[in-house]
């Protein structure tokens, strides 16, 4: 037990080493459950595969152990994590994958929600994709690192896949989970990267149906291919082309968000309130706000979106039925902003 009275969590075992880590320590109600380390890929500008080494990944039955125990603890919602989550097992026996580990935590916990972190578009297969549209207990959630949808600037960054591919797998996800909330990290301001490199990201990222976007800067890391490449571009260059990514995504995003309004979401509260509401997080990543502060966190229901106001939704428990008497959700008139 930590010293919070929370269970101890066995976040990963991982080659010879037990790693213990206290549970939990940012967010109390979504345990994250590290199921793989290292990288066998070779990003020019990533140092992890040499820092943390090759793929390894923990054992089917000691995810499902700790599952298992997680639950019993009372815990909704896991989120399985890894540096590259979708290569989960191939070190272990190749005719385990990522998805027949999904199926037996679905098939032998109870856990009520699984979320996948990141997960490399490759890794993200037609069975996947099936399997998280059909399954409720499966996060409508893939969060999917692009980098570049330029296919240049691609190869120069030695990612394994096309723009094309990219967009391909996107749009499968789109088409059976309409609603899904998909995410991505873009990195700007890779070496070389031109103005016209940048206008097809720009037009590649308006083509495709994400929810959100993580857009971080370049920057060098010593001993990576890409920091001995020409073409190291300056920071102002950097940042307004991260600007206008960020602007394009926003757009995209209050679409989205506005397109939730009167919809029926499934939510996990948290542990935080905001003015006199319980914040809680949906099964397809967004925050949502309910007009109950006096909801425990760490509880799973459905809600009804009624408005949607500086990114976050409000909303009412579904089953709640609202007499003229009940409380009022702070500007709870139907509408978008
Ligand atoms: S960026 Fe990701 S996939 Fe590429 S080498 Fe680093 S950890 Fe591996």
Same mark, same amino acid.
């Not at 066998?40 to 943390?52: D, E, H, L, S, T």
């Not at 950097?238 to 757009?251: S, Y």
């Given at each position: 037990m930590t010293a919070e009275g929370l269970p101890q969590l066995l976040v990963g075992e991982i080659g010879e080493s037990f790693h213990f880590a206290p549970a939990f320590p940012d967010d109390r109600t979504r345990p994250?459950?590290?199921?793989?380390?290292?990288?066998?890929?070779?990003?020019?500008?990533?140092?992890?595969?040499?820092?943390?080494?090759?793929?390894?990944s923990l054992a089917p039955e000691k995810v499902i152990e700790q599952i298992h125990d997680l639950a019993q603890s009372g815990y909704q919602e896991i989120v399985l994590c890894g540096i590259n989550l979708g290569s989960y097992a191939k070190d272990l026996d190749r005719r385990l994958t990522l998805r027949g580990l999904l199926e037996r935590i679905l098939a032998e916990t109870s856990i009520a929600r699984v979320r996948l972190s990141s997960i490399e578009v490759m890794d993200v297969s037609s069975e996947l994709i099936r399997l998280v549209a059909r399954e409720p207990r499966l996060a409508e959630h893939f969060h999917i690192p692009l980098q570049s949808g330029c296919d240049r600037i691609l190869r120069l960054m030695n990612r394994r896949y096309w723009a094309a591919q990219y967009a391909e797998r996107l749009r499968a996800i789109h088409e059976q989970i309409p609603h899904c909330g998909i995410g991505a990290d873009v990195m700007v301001g890779f070496p070389g #990267?031109?103005?016209?490199?940048? !206008?097809?990201?720009?037009r590649f990222i308006e083509s495709l149906p994400f929810t959100y976007l993580h857009v971080f800067p370049y920057s060098a890391r010593p001993g990576t291919p890409a920091a001995a490449r020409p073409g190291q571009l300056n920071g102002r260059v950097?940042? #307004?082309?991260?600007?206008?990514? !960020?602007?394009?995504?926003?757009?995209?995003?209050?679409?989205?968000?506005?397109?939730?309004i009167n919809r029926t979401l499934s939510v996990l509260t948290l542990a935080d309130t905001f003015a006199e509401a319980r914040l809680a997080l949906s099964s397809n990543y967004l925050k949502v706000a309910l007009p109950f502060s006096a909801l425990p966190a760490n509880v799973l229901l459905e809600v009804c979106v009624g408005r949607v106001e500086n990114e976050t939704l409000y909303a009412y428990p579904e089953l709640q039925n609202r007499s003229p008497e009940s409380p009022s959700v702070p500007g709870s008139t139907t509408s978008s902003s």
């Open positions: 994250t459950l590290k199921v793989q380390d290292g990288c066998n890929a070779r990003c020019a500008f990533c140092v992890i595969p040499r820092v943390r080494g090759r793929s390894r #990267e031109t103005d016209e490199d940048h !206008r097809a990201n720009l950097i940042r #307004e082309r991260g600007q206008e990514i !960020r602007r394009l995504m926003a757009q995209k995003r209050q679409a989205f968000l506005a397109d939730q």
